[in-house]
Structure formats: structure tokens, C-alpha cells
């Protein structure tokens, strides 16, 4: 079994920051590619930021310039490293991580369950 734990949400003003952690657990044999989407209400889901096996980043435009992924590989962790936050950054942010479980099964995509964050004054 495989397991994404996600930490690192809460309350935040415009302007401030947060970092959030995905660890990710269980019969692990090779990750691909890691990163965070986010929903708020009545939105579907988005991407953030991703990050490949081999550390090439990607992020939508909203983001840009803000926010940072970075990946740990010894710790098959996914950090986002949120800066300059606004109101419209408000949603529940998910991890994601696209994983092998052994050398005969494919690679196959794994969700944390969530952690909200919130921008408001």
C-alpha cells in the first residue's frame, strides 16, 4: 500500500507564506513524477507546480515568481514553498505522485488526502 501524508496548510494573510510537505510511504520502488494541484469551490482541479525524477520544474502562471517545489528523493518528499500569497490562492491543495511499485508494474498515480489553505486578512 501506498500512502501520500500532506502537512503544512492553515490560515494565512495576503501576502504571507507557507510551506507544504508531501511524504510519500509504503511499497515504494521508483516515483516519477511528483507535484500539487489545488481545488477551491466549484473549480475543478488544477496544477500548481510538478517536478520531474529529474528535478525540471513546472508551474501554471498564477504561480509563477510566488511559489517553489523541491523535491527531497532520499525522503520521497515534495515541498511547496508558498510566498506572496493572495485571497484567490484559497483552496484545499493536493499532492500527487506517479509511482512503481515493483519492477513489473507500471507506474501508477497516487493523491494525498488534502490540506486546506486559506488566504484572508
Known amino acids: 500500500q501506498v500512502q501520500l501524508v500532506e502537512s503544512g496548510g492553515g490560515l494565512v494573510q495576503p501576502g504571507g507564506s507557507l510551506r507544504l510537505s508531501c511524504g510519500a510511504s509504503g511499497v515504494i520502488f521508483s516515483i516519477n513524477s511528483m507535484g500539487w494541484y489545488r481545488q477551491a469551490p466549484g473549480v475543478q482541479r488544477e496544477l500548481v507546480a510538478g517536478?520531474?525524477?529529474?528535478?525540471?520544474?513546472n508551474y501554471a502562471d498564477s504561480v509563477k515568481g510566488r511559489f517553489t517545489i523541491s523535491r527531497d528523493y532520499a525522503k520521497n518528499t515534495v515541498y511547496l514553498q508558498m510566498n506572496s500569497l493572495k485571497p484567490e490562492d484559497t483552496a484545499v491543495y493536493y499532492c500527487n505522485a506517479r509511482i512503481r511499485k515493483d519492477w513489473v508494474t507500471d507506474f501508477s498515480d497516487y493523491w494525498g488526502q488534502g490540506t486546506q489553505v486559506t488566504v484572508s486578512s
Open positions: 517536478i520531474t525524477s529529474g528535478g525540471s520544474a
